[in-house]
């Protein structure tokens, strides 16, 4: 009986400090949808790749940027465990490759982002975040070359493994 309860207590250790190092979830804002994958290759960092639909732009003003996006983004993880031990901020640069015409033929861009934002990570594999993520993008074909994207905020929900 005592070798169960210290197998027990062992592996409910262990399975509490599990050091997770992919996670894939979603990324949904009001011009965001992507699907996202993180890769922890140190204990302050993680390299984030993003692939989804963005709208850059309005249809008024002639300039529809509705494509693709994908971004991949250096972050540095910073502790805020003096208000949650499970709370983080994160913030990151990175570069973006894009398609901002219409669906039927393309016109591609590419741009530099920055990213900021905070996670919470539960005690399951589950983390949930808030992040808001700037852009200038060189957009050719489009009226203005250069564009300066202030997307909305949005929520990750990702799982980690």
Partial sequence: MILILVLATTMAGILNAQVYRNALGLRLGYDALEITYQNTPGISDRLELTFGVNTLGHAQTGIL????????????VNDLSSVSARLKWVLGLGAAVLDHGSLTHGMYGAGVTGQIGVEYAFHSPWLLSLDYRPGFYWLPGSGNIYRMSWNSPSVDLRYRW
């Avoid at 509705?66 to 971004?71: A, D, E, T």
Wanted: hydrophobic share 50%.
């Fill in 65 to 76: 940027c509705r494509g693709f996006v994908l971004n991949g983004i250096y972050l540095w």
